[in-house]
């Protein structure tokens, strides 16, 4: 059966939430005009809503492929490079070759230094919309198509601990350790004793089993992050994710030889382009790919480098809808080296009603694993309620 693309359309979704993401906020930070607020620790910006890009792609045969990307700020800008620049390049193509795609959606600007950022984000949702059609067109998820499904469970950490006092995270973090979770992340940027303190108090509360990782937040200079990291290790620190800026490139590799655990890293980098002079610097020892960023195209090509290197996969979680992230489970249970998956509970579980599924079971999280859909394509895809939601 030949088919062509016929439309591509992307769609804003925001979603409210109570608690702004990396919890309440600190005193100085402020909500501005567009509902952003500038985060103090790490000087970063972040909304206030949940707020996601969904990407559709419809074909003359009739079938409906969903994509999914980033839409934390600025989602117009992605709306706008797919109306204007990829759309029309689309239309009327045949569907079924999502990498050769990709590749071709790549070179249209590369010469012009478009090597990451909004352009990069956008063809990450187009290929998942892709691998999404080919699956549904073949009948088999995309676990299938990228050579086969090893995993139908993933190891899940709980992600960031959004409550305001030490206290109060602890027993944050207990309350998910009693519902069978044993790895826990805490954001070294939002820990207002420091982070020594932050791990102490979890390390005392979670016991000696929990595995307990830092997010650094890129937020020091190689020797800080050294000193810092040396003195969470005597707490038997899983991991330290991001210690220096993404361009310090030399600067993580120092960390990473320097301390005696694994140096995470990679959420925000998008392509194997990216990837490479880190894995040459050997500047980690865990990869934290994100399918919002990457597509699903480039999330198994990283994959498939960090493998050949016999370095970890753990791949990010970030806010969105349901899509990319289903995409990153089908994508991740095809890994070999996978010790865990992130899991953003305040994320995952209030947008779980936004996806139904394609098959006959939904993805889940619960008892510290991830479940797995089992219907073709991503294996879920967007509800009524979401459907409402697309503006
Ligand atoms: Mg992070």
Known sequence: MTDRIEKVSAFVVEIPRET???GPL????????????????NRTLYPTADRSVVLRIDTEQGLTGWGETYGIVAPEAVRAIV??????VLEGREPSAPAVIHEDLYDLMRVRGFFGGFYLDSLAAVDIALWDLLGKRLGVPVS???GGRRHETIPAYVSGLPRATLDERVAFAREWQGRGFRGFKFAAVVADDGAEAEIAALREGLGPQAEIMADLHWRHTAPEAIRLIRRLEKHNLSFAEAPCAPEDIEGIA???RAVGVPVALGEELRTVFEWQPRLAARAFGIGQPEMGRTGITEFARIGALL???????MPHATIGVGLFHAASLQASSTLQRLPWHEYQHSIFEPNLRLTQPTGTRHMGCAAGFYSLPD???LGVEPSEEMLRLLT
Do not use: K, M, S
């Open 20 to 22: 702004p993401y990396l």
């Open 254 to 256: 120092q960390v990473a």
């Open 144 to 146: 299938t198509l990228l």
């Open 26 to 41: 600190r005193e100085g930070e402020t909500i501005n005009r567009r509902g952003y607020v500038v985060r103090r620790g």
């Open 375 to 377: 219907g073709p394509g």
């Open 83 to 88: 109306d204007d620049v990829l759309a029309p």
């Open 307 to 313: 493998h050949a290197n016999h370095l970890a996969v």
